[in-house]
Each structure stands twice: as structure tokens, then as C-alpha cells.
């Protein structure tokens, strides 16, 4: 009987180690799941700064093309051509 007990005390203990490990994995898990967050909208955020700032370096390019620059224009045509042909696309599905 004393072996019984002798294991029987073993598995409990075994079981309070098991609980613990598990309740620590949860908080540190909670801990990373926050982190995670917190990373995710600061990634967006400068996804969307560098987005606003790709549309301001056009803006840029474009208003140095119309001020008479010569190393836009090539590149404000192609834009130009673009908006064009979107335009068109649209006006096409419109009359469909």
C-alpha cells in the first residue's frame, strides 16, 4: 500500500507541476496574443503612411512635370495614359 501512495503522490505532484505550466503558457500566450495586436495596427499604420506618402511623392512628380521639369514628363504621361484607360474602363461598365 505504501508504494500505491508513493505513486499516487507522485501523480499528484506531477499534476500541480502540469497545472502550473499550463496556467503560465496561458498568460504568456494572452501576453503574445496582445503583443501581436499591438504590432499588427502599428504595421498597418505605416502601411498607410507609406502609402499617403507614395501619393504625395505623384503629386510631387506631377506638379514638377506642369512646373517644366524634364525628368517627370515621361512618367506624367504614363499616369496620365493610366487614368485615362481606368476611365474608359469605367465609362464602359457604366453603359453595360
Known sequence: MGSQQNIIASLEANIEQL???YEFLQKENQILSNSNFVLQ???KGLEDEISFYKEQLQVLKIAKTIGGSE???KDTKAK???LVAEIDQCIKELNT
Open 71 to 73: 525628368g517627370y514628363k
Open 19 to 21: 497545472l502550473e505550466r
Open 80 to 82: 496620365i495614359d493610366f
Open 41 to 43: 495596427q502599428t504595421n
